[in-house]
T-cell receptor, first 108, second 116 residues
Framework: RKEVEQDPGPFNVPEGATVAFNCTYS??????FFWYRQDCRKEPKLLMS???SGNEDGRFTAQLNRASQYISLLIRDSKLSDSATYLC?????????FGAGTTVTVRA | GAVVSQHPSWVICKSGTSVKIECRSL??????MFWYRQFPKQSLMLMAT?????????EQGVEKDKFLINHASLTLSTLTVTSAHPEDSSFYIC????????????FGPGTRLTVL
């Protein structure tokens, strides 16, 4: 089983729509969780950390469910500029583990 | 936020040559840097963890004699792909840990290596 698994998508949504997707992780001892955004042929950039109580940053909301070992990302009022691959990142005992990414395409 | 640079951003080389990639933390000191490789449509795979002043720790399956890592200072780590072959063609990304409670890693812009 992979350490971090994501639905690869793609999620094709119209501008203004809400899109949400999850990521599951296998190591129950993981303590830190992040969502990174990666544009084509570019490096990942930190979008937001995920806190136990859930957190929101503008149009982005992240949730953590430790019991079921998944985190989620919700994007409200999608913009064309939100088109990217979103990487779920989990801090394991020794290293960060990356999901393969969920591709989101926002169309006009 | 913290800035990490990489050089070169892309390189094309002939099979059998060696390629050196530099990773620098520009506005912070990084005792630990990480080297990743990413093939198309795949996730980042950690190759090695680079600690300043000590030998790098390589992940299983990564040949340490082929991927030489040197972390000579708190702001610079280098990855040398020795005797590169076409299967080494990939996107190489470094990251540096900025420290603090969140263990946030900041990524360099990546180096796209194409071996002919």
């Amino acid at each position: 089983r992979k350490e971090v698994e994501q639905d690869p998508g793609p999620f094709n949504v119209p501008e203004g729509a809400t899109v949400a997707f999850n990521c599951t992780y296998s190591n129950s001892a993981s303590q830190s969780f992040f969502w990174y955004r990666q544009d084509c042929r570019k490096e990942p950039k930190l979008l937001m950390s995920v806190y136990s109580s859930g957190n929101e940053d503008g149009r982005f909301t992240a949730q953590l469910n430790r019991a079921s070992q998944y985190i989620s990302l919700l994007i409200r009022d999608s913009k064309l500029s939100d088109s990217a691959t979103y990487l779920c990142v989990v801090n394991g005992p020794l290293k960060l583990s990356f999901g393969a990414g969920t591709t989101v395409t926002v169309r006009a | 936020g913290a800035v990490v640079s990489q050089h070169p951003s892309w390189v094309i080389c002939k099979s059998g040559t060696s390629v050196k990639i530099e990773c620098r933390s520009l506005d912070f000191q990084a005792t630990t840097m990480f080297w990743y490789r990413q093939f198309p449509k795949q996730s980042l795979m950690l190759m090695a963890t680079s600690n300043e002043g000590s030998k790098a720790t390589y992940e299983q399956g990564v040949e340490k004699d082929k991927f030489l890592i040197n972390h000579a200072s708190l702001t610079l780590s280098t990855l040398t792909v020795t005797s590169a072959h076409p299967e080494d063609s990939s996107f190489y990304i470094c990251s540096a840990e900025a420290g603090g409670p969140t263990d946030t890693q900041y990524f360099g812009p990546g180096t796209r290596l194409t071996v002919l």
